[in-house]
């Protein structure tokens, strides 16, 4: 036992050791640099956001103003039922950027985010698009100021992460997660230099890219059928030659993505049987998690000062997370030991959900690709 918790006491000191290095070298949007005039296309896909999307859309209208290039703003009404259609026909008479679309039935062989999209970028002009979830409030510098990064990095996609808004004790356990996920394991310095599809993080929640790299790695018909469809796409932009990674994008966008554990747990269900490639994947990740992140804090509880340190070392990797990317810290981060036992509830609901056919999401049932 006594070196299972050294081993892992020393796993959790490699991970924050590379947090504190991807808190130096992450990337931020300023809105302070130039940018130069070229078209840009906000899209913006809508299932069923009725209570959402005005806000949405009222944020991109005053980003908008701030463009000094030409710009529309098109939004895909995605079979919606609670009334979405109403409200986009009137901002859509408010403002003749924004341009609304009705979508089609999904294909077979896809999944309806990606559908959506892809309906939307074949409307899209050249330059750079840019993807926006409803349940998204984008800063008035958000456009101008990540799109500047975009090209003054030379990069093909840029995933400028929101703050992510948590609430209740199920988001503020769960979401900030998202975050820490890639800060704690994924180089981000080497993962923007490299090609390999397998160093990718992104969120589809706010995404930038430019409009020829997109179509040159085949757009959403090359992730038609990804659940995790933002990783997907930079993954496809990388194996067509081009660059990407994720940004903290807490200063231009936020995000309040689940209200309560009702959506936490049908959220996450949806997703995270995919988000290690297979089941054995997933086995193995969850299980390192839970090595590092829990074995500690339970010896620690049993009077080891191994235990102890790595407990801490844990917390501190939350805190730096957290502080990097507009999320909160304190006491949150002392919880992370129970954060990742969540998670792990999570994704094992998740598995079984995917084993049984039981996956659905906005009243339409998911059937990935089995792996």
Sequence with gaps: M???VLVASTGAAASLALTLDNARRIRRPDPMV???PEPLTVLVPVRDEVDDVGGCLAALRVAADRWPGPIRILVLDDESTDGTDRVLAELAQADERIEVMRGTPTPPGWLGKSWACEQLSRNAETGILVFVDADVRVAPDALVASAALLRATGLDLLSPYPRQHADGPAERLV??????SWMSTLPLG???RSSRPSMSAANGQFLVVDAAAYRRAGGHVAVRA????DIALLRAVKRSGGRGVAADGSAVAS???YHGWREVRAGYRKSLWSAFGSVPGTVAVVALLNLLYVVPPIAALRGSRVGLLGYLLGVASRVISARSTGGRSWPDA???PISILTFTALTADSVVARRTGRLTWKGRTISGPTR
């Design 190 to 192: 080497l993962a923007e």
């Design 34 to 36: 130039v940018v130069v």
């Design 2 to 4: 006594r070196t299972t």
């Design 175 to 180: 979401q900030p997660l998202l975050q820490w």
């Design 226 to 229: 990804e659940v995790l469809e």
């Design 255 to 257: 995000c309040h993505m």
């Design 334 to 336: 002392l919880a992370h």
